[in-house]
């Protein structure tokens, strides 16, 4: 038998208004003793009621009560989700023609609304809203650690750019000194020869005057 939520119903008190069943059981019967049951309140609430393995969860707002039959596995958020959509599809689709129908009046129509989300409710994972947040929260999360590696890795991309920035400028300092002792080597090496070519010249000219002389 398919799970979920099997039965649905609205009311206007206790006049019936559109219901559907996906299934065959007294889901109908036991609805009908619910709203006798819950005819004197007027308040605003929301219920739900065991009935052999299946619980009933009744919805009840300005008047109106949304109700639906599901098995006890589908616990109660995932059910009263699927009679907050119902509850604002009818009053969105018949607004103020609900206080005047008679029963059934809308029920060729709205019984297919019923089955629809029925069978969205009971097979979508994404139809229970609060496991739709949690997981657009965690699409969130994951989103915002990888941005965080993101900078992270270009933090540390940029911490290398800057070692390397500062070992190449060390290296060009190295490279400043280095040239500027070879420049300093060079110029006295040069000086070293011009004098010593000096001196030689000099020795050579003495030695030529004192040949002719003597």
């Not at 993101?150 to 911490?159: A, M, N, S």
Request: glycine share 6%; proline share 1%; net charge positive.
């Amino acid at each position: 038998m398919k799970m979920g939520i099997l039965y649905g119903m609205v009311a206007r008190g206790q006049v019936v208004l559109a219901e559907f069943s996906a299934t065959q059981t007294n889901a109908s019967t036991v609805a009908r003793q619910i709203l006798e049951k819950m005819s004197q309140g007027k308040n605003d609430s929301n219920s739900s009621f065991s009935h052999d393995r299946y619980i009933f969860h009744v919805k009840r707002t300005d008047g109106l009560t949304v109700l639906c039959m599901a098995d006890d596995a589908s616990g109660r958020r995932i059910p009263f989700a699927f009679l907050e959509e119902i509850h604002q599809k009818f009053v969105k689709t018949y607004g103020r023609a609900i206080q005047s129908a008679s029963g059934y009046a809308m029920n060729e129509e709205f019984s297919r609304v019923m089955s629809q989300q029925m069978e969205h409710f009971s097979t979508d994972p994404n139809a229970d809203r609060l496991n739709r947040l949690k997981g657009e929260m965690s699409q969130v999360r994951s989103v915002m650690i990888d941005n965080i590696e993101k900078v992270l890795e270009r933090g540390d991309r940029l911490e290398l750019l800057v070692e390397k920035a500062s070992t190449m400028q060390g290296n060009s300092l190295r490279f400043k000194k280095q040239s500027r002792r070879y420049k300093n080597a060079m110029w006295w090496s040069n000086c070293k020869i011009t004098v010593t070519l000096i001196l030689l010249l000099s020795l050579i000219i003495a030695y030529i005057l004192f040949a002719f002389v003597f």
